[in-house]
């Protein structure tokens, strides 16, 4: 079992900064991809940020210039650094973490969090 806990989140004034921290526990044997989603009110969850365990790294374009995705190899998290956050940031953000876990016999798995709510308003 490998869990997901995001942290965080908060209310910023628009032209402010926040940074999210997300970490995965349990039995992992080697992470694939480590993303960030967000879903604002009554639209579809979208793809923020994305990192490879090679460190590669892709943003969506409303996020590129403001957004730097990071992570920590060895305390298995993603963090994620918004600046300059805009009104239309508004929404829940998910951590998700791809990999491998077991150890003697390796299975695949996916694993969200369960959101911190980014809100920026005046």
């Known amino acids: 079992q490998v869990e997901t806990m995001e942290s965080g989140g908060g209310l910023v004034q628009p032209g402010g900064s926040l940074r999210l921290s997300c970490r995965a526990s349990?039995?992992?044997?080697?992470?694939?991809?480590m993303n960030w989603y967000r879903q604002a009110p009554g639209k579809q969850r979208e793809l923020v940020a994305s990192?490879?365990?090679?460190?590669?790294?892709n943003y969506d374009e409303s996020v590129k210039g403001r957004f730097t995705i990071s992570r920590d190899m060895a305390g298995n998290a993603v963090y994620l650094q918004m600046k300059n956050l805009k009104p239309e940031d508004t929404a829940v953000y998910y951590c998700?973490?791809?990999?491998?876990?077991?150890?003697?016999?390796?299975?695949?798995?996916?694993?969200w969090g369960q959101g911190t709510q980014v809100t920026v308003s005046s």
């Open positions: 349990g039995n992992i044997f080697s992470i694939k991809t």
């Open positions: 990192i490879t365990g090679g460190g590669d790294t």
């Open positions: 998700n973490v791809n990999g491998y876990r077991g150890s003697h016999t390796t299975l695949p798995f996916a694993s």
